[in-house]
């Protein structure tokens, strides 16, 4: 683990999961989110090597959806904030059915579920970049955040108050893409908490996805199953929805079979490292709003190991059948 003072020694955070958050369109400057677990604590990073300037604005924020169902739940969804910026440097907020609320500034570790969380910010070099710079550092526990390895907890890095990463001479950087104000769930992105390998193991990718399709009708969604174990193994599969939900072959054609005669169809055997697609496919009904399908692979090696992937679909409000088109002339300029 890293020690979480502001700054970054050689390698430490050389084993972290990295985002480079300049290379998304409408951020401003060079910065990378770092994240990297223990199996006790979630550490967070924001390595600013573009922030080479000690403003008092200077700050960082990143946000999570605790349950990863897109649903704001009272008194479960985190937000922290620290830095120059933040009230006592540093600030853990919770959604209290209104909005976000103060829970502690600066952290409380005497809390339940608080303690060993610690938040620091500095100045100076790292792995990336020789010349000093803004370093943020968080450590959060993983009961704080109610996960634990191999599952997916929804990640923003932004929050209510503040961008993910602020230079305040020169603008901010925001994850998993630029944002313009207070951000909602739907805009957060997938972190996999990730655990040290076991016999049996997958993982379903991507953790979620959502779209809008016309009632009464029909869209698919596209799924890895990855065999993350270390022998062959059969994954069952099945979806939970209040709609029709239609397991196929990668074809879209063939429903997927019950290969190992467990009652429940499956993706067949698949060696350790590879992966087979398979497509989820949603039946719209004929009103409605939104639906969250909960779509799970089962180990038959290990029926105690899982992966649950979300498939989010809303229906839109209206449609033109056969598809219009239409142009004008801009005569003004």
Known sequence: PPTIDGSMA??????????????????????????????????V????????????????????????????TVGGESEFFWGAGASNGQEHLVFDGMGWTTEDSPFDTGLPNHAGLAG??????????????????????????????????GLLGAS????????????YDC???????????????????????????LDLNPPSQSART?????????????????????????????????????????????????MIPDTGSIAPGANVQIIARVNTPASGTCDDALITGTSSNDPATSSTAVVRTCLTGAGLNPPHADSGVDTDV
């Open 214 to 262: 016309a009632p009464s009708s029909s869209i698919d969604y596209t799924i890895t199953v990855e065999n993350r174990g270390t022998a062959n193994d059969v994954f069952d599969v099945q979806a939970m929805s209040a709609w029709i939900i239609d397991l196929l072959d990668s074809g879209g054609v063939n429903p997927l079979v019950d290969n190992d005669a467990d």
């Open 45 to 72: 990073a924001y390595d600013a090597i573009g922030d080479t300037s000690m403003d008092f604005g200077d700050e960082a924020s990143v946000s999570f959806d605790t349950d990863h169902d897109i649903s704001e």
């Open 120 to 153: 620091a910010y500095g100045y100076g070099p790292s792995d990336l970049s020789v010349l000093d710079h803004r370093i943020y550092e968080l450590q959060i526990p993983l009961a704080l955040l109610n996960i634990a390895p191999a599952e997916v907890i």
């Open 160 to 171: 209510d108050p503040s961008p993910g990463v602020m230079d305040s001479s020169v603008g």
């Open 10 to 43: 050689a390698g430490e955070w050389s084993d972290a999961a990295s985002a480079d958050l300049g290379a998304i369109p409408g951020n401003d400057f060079q910065a990378y989110l770092l994240i990297k677990n223990d199996a006790n604590f979630l550490y």
């Open 175 to 201: 994850w998993p893409l630029a944002l313009t104000g207070p951000p909602s769930l739907s805009e957060y992105g997938d972190l996999r908490i990730g655990r040290a390998p076991k016999a049996a193991d």
